[in-house]
């Protein structure tokens, strides 16, 4: 990335600069600014663009003059910016150890990146000099360290780009030559992994001697970026609104009708798998209208997407009692997993015959993880096509006839498979006239079954439920500490009619923040930060990544969702319980210098396709190493300017999404950093979540 150096300026020169799009992040100096301490808090508290507080002593350097009174003025300064929440804070080798200790402490509590720097005015000195204050500025606290000589020669610039030859942490020094000897290196750092560079507002700006200006330094590294159709920066200047959720509507669809009376399902945006679940609820005998929303936070209708919402379902429900089904014989439930395995059990209690269930597409390949065992713990009995008996005798597969009655009763049940099935049961269950108790041990999906508790609350249903482990989970959302989990379900409940609004979807969100957090900026609208959906995981992932994030409040409202490029760090996550995160996440780690872990492949093999196959597939063909170890994706990225200025663009070309939904939303973002276009065998797919996706998308995107 670029840092523009901004010396001199008052704020509301500032404020000017930075607003004028040109400017992906800057350095403010403070030393020698007309900028008072409140005009610093104002400033670094104010703005997404990522800031870097410097505030040189005057006279500094190797042989620095300054006294600890100047020191400590400068880390007045360079505290106000921190506790204002800088980005980054840039403090002198020299300082003094007091005011590095202060600092070094003061960032740490306020998640501000340090850099240590060195610089050096007269001249470059030895290699073994070089390598030495460079061990110093790491060992003293520097997150990032920033070496600056003087170049008197090309043999000086070459001198000192050869510490990256020699360092440990390429991806995490910063280091060039002044001088018009020194100029190629302020370029050249980037290619060899600073995480950026500096440049001037203006030639007359400049900072120091041989430093291009931003324009001139854009031009350098970004030329690239618009040699091809899909490589570009991705811009979107207004909220994006996101659509609904389809683990909240197909359960809360569902659940309505079942109830008795009319429930009012508002903030619901169509696709394939929640209209599905309105086929099966009219199917059921319940009754769908849809109306117009009043809120209209969902994706609306946009010059170059089709009107997908939002609507309010009216939904009259069937006042659902064990045995009441007489209506249908066979349920189908197009290509949802979920749907699929929500249906289920509740066929089992509704429905005094047999009924079979079958699915379309993708879904027929994918097996009911441990679905005899689940459903055979309460009575149910699943019988697939002769087909799979021989062949798989211990899975089970669509089309499947479901035999009940379901039965009450005490079972433990292993969570290894996933959630799905067991919300079923604790959907199910309340009806069956007698009390149940549920064990789930090493549960998958945590979050997931919190959901389905939440939603049944709304409508009326009571379960208890008891977590083994360590940890406050729902305060921590650390799922990985939960080893079990107790639901007690009285029995003898009916389902009441509820009016429930559906909240948005963090897995749609997830392309376009990564998109706006590697390309560019994006501000993204109806989410809810405090969700517990799995895939609000997202907002921690890019966090860890270094992209910077805020929350714009409206009022009561969720609020708006800001992400803006940053430079990037290699990170590592648990993906275990938001599987749906892990091919965006991994497109992201391609841009994140360095080696980046995603936990939790096992729990991708029964995914609309083997989901961590098609990623590994999709990185290796464009050129990012990628590879499985038992249980963990390992990534080996390159920053975006990196991969810019030594010719390493991903590898466009034709690639499949393997029917999956998620795997065309990462190959989209994935095509913004690609050398030639790519081109998706199958997008209509999408529509399974989100059938806005693809239009919408392309809305922002425009040439760097």
């Not at 360590?470 to 029995?491: H, K, M, V, Y």
Request: net charge negative; charged share 20%; with cysteine.
């Amino acid at each position: 990335m670029i840092c523009t150096s901004i010396q001199g300026r008052t704020l509301e020169e500032i404020w000017t600069l930075l607003q004028d799009g040109e400017i992906e992040m800057a350095e403010i100096r403070l030393d020698g600014s007309p900028l008072s301490l409140e005009d610093i808090a104002e400033l670094f508290a104010g703005t997404d663009i990522p800031l870097v507080a410097t505030c040189r002593c005057e006279g500094s350097g190797p042989q620095s003059r300054c006294d600890l009174k100047a020191w400590e003025q400068a880390e007045t300064r360079l505290r106000a910016a921190i506790e204002a929440g800088a980005k980054y804070a840039d403090l002198e080798i020299e300082a003094p150890a007091p005011v590095g200790k202060q600092i070094r402490r003061l960032c740490r509590e306020c998640g501000t990146t340090l850099i240590r720097s060195y610089h050096n005015y007269d001249c470059t000195p030895p290699e073994v000099a070089l390598r030495s204050m460079g061990e110093r500025c790491s060992m003293f606290g520097g997150e990032i360290v920033k070496i600056v000589t003087m170049a008197r020669s090309a043999e000086d610039a070459a001198r000192l780009m050869w510490l990256y030859n020699d360092t440990p942490y390429p991806d995490r020094l910063i280091a060039f030559a002044m001088g018009e000897d020194g100029r190629s290196t302020r370029l050249e750092c980037l290619r060899l992994g600073a995480p950026f560079t500096y440049a001037a507002v203006s030639e007359q700006d400049a900072t120091a001697p041989g430093q291009w200006t931003t324009a001139q330094m854009r031009a350098a590294v970004y030329q690239n970026l618009t040699k091809t159709a899909d490589s570009a920066k991705f811009r979107a200047p207004v909220p994006i609104p996101m659509p609904a959720s389809k683990s909240f509507a197909q359960r809360a669809i569902l659940m309505a009708a079942l109830a008795e009376g009319t429930s009012h399902l508002s903030g619901y945006t169509p696709c394939g798998d929640s209209e599905a679940a309105i086929a099966v609820a009219e199917a059921l005998g319940a009754r769908v209208e849809r109306e117009a929303d009043s809120a209209g936070d969902g994706v609306r209708e946009t010059d170059s997407a089709a009107d997908h919402g939002p609507v309010t379902l009216a939904i009259t429900g069937i006042a659902a009692a064990p045995g009441c089904l007489t209506l249908a014989s066979a349920f189908h439930t197009g290509e949802s997993g979920l749907l699929t395995r929500l249906l289920i059990p509740l066929l089992a209690v509704l429905s005094p015959e047999p009924v079979r269930v079958t699915g379309e597409k993708t879904l027929l390949g994918r097996p009911l993880a441990n679905g005899h065992d689940l459903m055979a713990s309460f009575g149910i009995r699943l019988q697939p096509d002769e087909r799979y008996d021989s062949a798989r005798p211990f899975d089970c597969y669509l089309p499947v006839t479901v035999k009940g009655p379901l039965l009450p009763g005490r079972a433990e049940l292993s969570g290894k498979g996933g959630s799905q099935l067991i919300s079923g049961l604790l959907t199910a269950l309340p009806l069956c006239p007698g009390r149940s108790t549920v064990y789930v041990e090493e549960p998958r999906s945590i979050p997931y079954l919190f959901i389905t508790l939440d939603i049944l609350k709304q409508f009326g249903i009571r379960i208890g439920s008891e977590m083994e482990g360590s940890g406050d989970f729902l305060e921590s959302q650390d799922w990985t500490l939960c080893t079990g989990i107790t639901f007690r379900i009285p029995g003898d409940q009916r389902f009441h009619a509820a009016d429930f609004r559906i909240e948005g979807d963090w897995s749609g969100a997830a392309p376009f923040l990564v998109a706006g957090a590697v390309f560019g900026e994006v501000e993204v609208s109806g989410l809810d930060t405090q969700s517990l959906q799995a895939d609000l995981s997202i907002l921690d992932i890019l966090t860890e990544a270094g992209a910077s994030i805020s929350r714009i409040e409206e009022g009561d409202a969720a609020g708006d969702i800001h992400v803006m490029k940053a430079p990037l760090s290699p990170f590592e996550t648990d993906l275990t319980n938001c599987p749906d995160l892990f091919p965006v996440v991994a497109v992201l780690a391609a841009f994140c210098p360095g080696e980046s872990r995603l936990i939790g492949t096992d729990r991708l093999v029964h995914k609309e396709t083997d989901r961590a196959a098609a990623i590994v597939e999709m990185l290796t063909r464009m050129g990012v190493p990628a590879r499985i170890e038992e249980d963990c994706l390992i990534i080996t990225g390159l920053s975006l300017s990196r991969r810019l200025l030594t010719g390493h663009l991903l590898h466009g070309g034709r690639y499949t999404s393997y029917g999956d939904h998620r795997m065309v939303m990462a190959l989209s973002v994935a095509a913004l950093g690609a050398d030639a276009p790519v081109e998706i065998d199958d997008t209509a797919c999408v529509a399974k979540s989100f059938p806005a996706f693809p239009a919408l998308f392309r809305q922002f995107i425009t040439k760097a």
